[in-house]
């Protein structure tokens, strides 16, 4: 994984002691709240529902064992409210119907970063130094700049790989780090690159999605598509380069995001995002990159060309950890014995075939932890269970774990004789649910219980869902579903792309929720990206896991050849499934007559 270098080191150090300073004026009443806001935003501080929520950065999702401990050690002694704030909360949330908020965890994020809900202002320069300690910050994860660039979860690993995106993923932060140009954008920019054959980044849904392609010749370079996003009008990104040299992408960034900081509509913040200024404009917009991105190279000389000996620098720190122990020539025996084992415990088959993933080196595989369990939000880790990620991966997978984009944690170098022994671990741990990819694995944001701008709650959504559907049998049965919940339309949950999207609406102060089906973020299961349509009139909380219910009998009763349920749904269409969910509605409002 990427070795930080000294100025790395150096210069998150010098942030966190300048965030300090910051901090400190603010408490002493020498800096208004006002003048420390956006210091604290350009630190991913913000004041969220009842306290501040911080979202540490976590480039294309690479965690360190030593970083993860750092987070379990933050969540254990620092995400821990004020008693009268907490106080406040509970009685705010309870008029709700939430029972208990959780303290003590982190929240892994769609892209790849990891935030704190309940860490008070007055600790967060210790915080800052804590994270920079093993060279982590909150650096461009709020504001209208770049954010966290993004990646495959199986980068470097990954069987249908053409490219590992990992260093000019590193590259790109390292150019998109306080670029002084790029630094008040019209609104929030988000990069995604994927080097493989399938898209397992949602390329298509970022303001910027990169592909790694090789043309014919042998030659790498990217396809560019620009202006994707989702928020109340979802928007699939355009292509406008199939084909541009590697050497070249930071220069034809720079124009990408001249030509948006130059035209975007910073009149109207609804209007603001990429996405509309690509949909307006269509080929203008494309005609307009271009002749920036020739400026760039004729008048301004090429400036941010990438040298190959930029690129195999970087390159130096992706290559694969020598594995303790390894025995390359014992594959057969391996493989009898892990055959042997799914034979005799049905569950560990289940785990073998959902969780774990091949390998570009054939004796291992990637293995992910599931944090989408009952009595947590998705994506939530104690402490605790933080802890024992960081353990899993010094002992199984060469200390390095990485954030996926479905809100859990992957183990990228896991011998395949070990796999049994690493199942028993996770599994004492809570972390071995073989749900991965299954109607469970939900991405799911925080929703009403935490989020300031939420319409409605998405944990309680996503437990009722998760408590109904605990038979793994059944879940199994139902195979392969992308389940997403958004408390607004913010989108944070990306309800557009899941094959069934919930959004949390308002209507006189009451939580409700429209019900999406048929969308798709581009992956191989999903097919092409496409935002799902409303199957009609929104729903109360507690018709929802009903709704879910007839919607996936309808699938169970319409399905052929074992088809998963996004090939059913297309090949049956909206009218059989919209009919069953609209069936829910209409029998609470018979009871209600
Ligand atoms: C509670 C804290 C959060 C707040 C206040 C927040 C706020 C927002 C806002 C305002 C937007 C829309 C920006 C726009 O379209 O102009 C947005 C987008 C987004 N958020 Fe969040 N968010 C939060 C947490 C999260 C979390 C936890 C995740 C991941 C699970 C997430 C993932 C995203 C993504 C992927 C988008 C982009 C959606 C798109 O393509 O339009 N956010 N967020
Ligand atoms: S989708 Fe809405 S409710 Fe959910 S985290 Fe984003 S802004 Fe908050």
Same mark, same amino acid.
């Given at each position: 994984?990427?070795?930080?270098?000294?100025?790395?080191?150096?210069?998150?150090?010098? !942030?966190?002691?300048?965030?300090?300073?910051?901090?400190?004026?603010?408490?002493?009443?020498?800096?208004?709240?006002?003048?420390?806001?956006?210091?604290?935003?350009?630190?991913?501080?913000?004041?969220?529902?009842?306290?501040?929520?911080l979202?540490v950065?976590?480039?294309?999702?690479?965690?360190?064992?030593?970083q993860?401990r750092v987070l379990a050690k933050i969540a254990r002694d620092y995400d821990q409210? @004020?008693?009268?704030?907490?106080?406040?909360?509970?009685?705010?949330? *309870?008029?709700?119907?939430?029972?208990?908020?959780?303290?003590g965890y982190a929240?892994?994020?769609?892209?790849?970063?990891v935030?704190y809900?309940w860490i008070?202002?007055?600790k967060s320069?210790d915080v800052m130094?804590l994270l920079?300690?093993e060279?982590m910050?909150?650096?461009?994860?709020?504001?209208?700049?770049?954010?966290?660039?993004?990646?495959?979860?199986?980068?470097?690993?990954?069987?249908?790989?053409?490219?590992?995106?990992?260093?000019?993923?590193?590259?790109?932060?390292?150019?998109?780090?306080?670029?002084?140009?790029?630094?008040?954008?019209?609104?929030?920019?988000?990069?995604?690159?994927?080097?493989?054959?399938?898209?397992?980044?949602?390329?298509?849904?970022?303001?910027?999605?990169?592909?790694?392609?090789?043309?014919?010749?042998?030659?790498?370079?990217?396809?560019?598509?620009?202006?994707?996003?989702?928020?109340?009008?979802?928007?699939?990104?355009?292509?406008?380069?199939?084909?541009?040299?590697?050497?070249?992408?930071?220069?034809?960034?720079? *124009?990408?995001?001249?030509?948006?900081?130059?035209?975007?509509?910073?009149?109207?913040?609804?209007?603001?995002?990429?996405?509309?200024?690509?949909?307006?404009?269509?080929?203008?917009?494309?005609?307009?990159?271009?002749?920036?991105?020739?400026?760039?190279?004729?008048?301004?000389?090429?400036?941010?060309?990438?040298?190959?000996?930029?690129?195999?620098?970087?390159?130096?720190?992706?290559?694969?950890?020598?594995?303790?122990?390894?025995?390359?020539?014992?594959?057969?025996?391996?493989?009898?014995?892990?055959?042997?084992?799914?034979?005799?415990?049905?569950?560990?088959?289940?785990?073998?075939?959902?969780?774990?993933?091949?390998?570009?080196?054939?004796?291992? !595989?990637?293995?992910?932890?599931?944090?989408?369990?009952?009595?947590?939000?998705?994506?939530?880790?104690?402490a605790?269970?933080l802890?024992?990620?960081?353990?899993?991966?010094?002992?199984?997978?060469?200390?390095?774990?990485?954030?996926?984009?479905?809100?859990?944690?992957?183990?990228?170098?896991?011998?395949?004789?070990?796999?049994?022994?690493?199942?028993?671990?996770?599994?004492?741990?809570?972390?071995?649910?073989?749900?991965?990819?299954?109607?469970?694995?939900?991405?799911?944001?925080?929703?009403?219980?935490?989020?300031?701008?939420?319409?409605?709650?998405?944990?309680?959504?996503?437990?009722?869902?998760? /408590?109904?559907?605990?038979?793994?049998?059944?879940?199994?049965?139902?195979?392969?579903? @992308?389940?997403?919940?958004?408390?607004?339309?913010?989108?944070?949950?990306?309800?557009?792309?899941?094959?069934?999207?919930?959004?949390?609406?308002?209507?006189?102060?009451? /939580?409700?929720?429209?019900?999406?089906?048929?969308?798709?973020?581009?992956?191989?299961?999903?097919?092409?990206?496409?935002?799902?349509?409303?199957?009609?009139?929104?729903?109360?909380?507690?018709?929802?896991?009903?709704?879910?219910?007839?919607?996936?009998?309808?699938?169970?009763?319409? !399905?052929?050849?074992?088809?998963?349920?996004?090939?059913?749904?297309?090949?049956?269409?909206?009218? *059989?499934?919209?009919?069953?969910?609209?069936?829910?509605?209409?029998?609470?409002?018979?009871?209600?007559?």
């Amino acid at each position: 994984m990427y070795q930080y270098t000294d100025f790395d080191r150096q210069f998150v150090r010098n !942030r966190a002691a300048q965030y300090r300073d910051q901090l400190e004026r603010n408490l002493a009443g020498e800096l208004s709240d006002d003048d420390f806001r956006p210091l604290r935003l350009q630190n991913g501080w913000y004041i969220q529902r009842h306290a501040p929520m911080l979202r540490v950065a976590v480039p294309y999702g690479e965690l360190s064992s030593a970083q993860l401990r750092v987070l379990a050690k933050i969540a254990r002694d620092y995400d821990q409210p @004020d008693a009268h704030v907490y106080q406040t909360a509970q009685t705010t949330q *309870a008029k709700l119907g939430t029972a208990t908020l959780p303290t003590g965890y982190a929240h892994f994020s769609t892209r790849q970063n990891v935030q704190y809900n309940w860490i008070p202002l007055d600790k967060s320069a210790d915080v800052m130094d804590l994270l920079a300690s093993e060279n982590m910050h909150g650096i461009q994860t709020s504001g209208n700049c770049i954010r966290n660039i993004t990646s495959d979860e199986r980068a470097g690993i990954a069987v249908d790989e053409i490219v590992d995106p990992r260093p000019y993923c590193e590259i790109l932060r390292q150019w998109s780090t306080l670029h002084p140009e790029f630094a008040f954008l019209p609104r929030k920019f988000k990069i995604a690159v994927s080097g493989a054959r399938e898209d397992r980044t949602a390329s298509a849904w970022h303001d910027v999605g990169l592909r790694l392609v090789r043309a014919d010749n042998g030659d790498i370079g990217f396809r560019v598509l620009v202006g994707g996003g989702m928020g109340r009008t979802p928007v699939i990104a355009s292509t406008i380069r199939d084909f541009l040299p590697w050497n070249q992408i930071l220069n034809y960034l720079e *124009a990408v995001v001249r030509v948006y900081n130059r035209w975007g509509r910073r009149d109207n913040m609804y209007k603001a995002r990429i996405k509309i200024l690509v949909k307006a404009e269509g080929q203008r917009f494309t005609d307009e990159v271009e002749a920036e991105y020739q400026q760039i190279i004729e008048i301004d000389g090429a400036p941010h060309t990438i040298a190959q000996s930029e690129l195999d620098r970087v390159s130096a720190s992706f290559v694969p950890p020598a594995l303790k122990g390894h025995k390359p020539d014992s594959a057969l025996k391996v493989a009898q014995i892990l055959r042997a084992t799914a034979e005799n415990d049905v569950e560990f088959g289940r785990w073998l075939k959902q969780n774990v993933a091949p390998h570009k080196n054939p004796d291992l !595989r990637a293995v992910t932890l599931s944090f989408k369990r009952l009595g947590h939000a998705p994506g939530d880790a104690t402490a605790s269970q933080l802890e024992t990620a960081a353990d899993l991966a010094d002992q199984f997978s060469a200390g390095e774990a990485r954030v996926t984009h479905d809100q859990n944690l992957l183990l990228p170098w896991v011998r395949c004789d070990q796999l049994p022994e690493l199942w028993r671990a996770a599994r004492q741990a809570g972390l071995a649910r073989s749900n991965i990819r299954l109607l469970t694995d939900m991405i799911a944001c925080p929703g009403g219980d935490f989020c300031a701008l939420a319409n409605a709650r998405s944990i309680p959504i996503a437990q009722a869902i998760t /408590e109904r559907y605990q038979d793994m049998d059944e879940l199994h049965d139902l195979g392969e579903i @992308d389940l997403h919940i958004s408390g607004c339309m913010n989108s944070c949950g990306h309800h557009h792309s899941g094959h069934i999207g919930i959004l949390g609406i308002d209507k006189d102060g009451q /939580e409700w929720y429209q019900v999406s089906l048929g969308g798709s973020d581009g992956s191989t299961l999903s097919g092409t990206p496409v935002a799902g349509k409303v199957v009609g009139p929104s729903f109360g909380a507690a018709e929802v896991p009903d709704v879910i219910e007839v919607v996936l009998d309808t699938y169970r009763r319409e !399905r052929q050849n074992g088809e998963t349920f996004i090939a059913t749904f297309r090949r049956v269409g909206m009218d *059989a499934f919209k009919q069953a969910a609209n069936s829910v509605r209409q029998t609470a409002e018979a009871e209600l007559a």
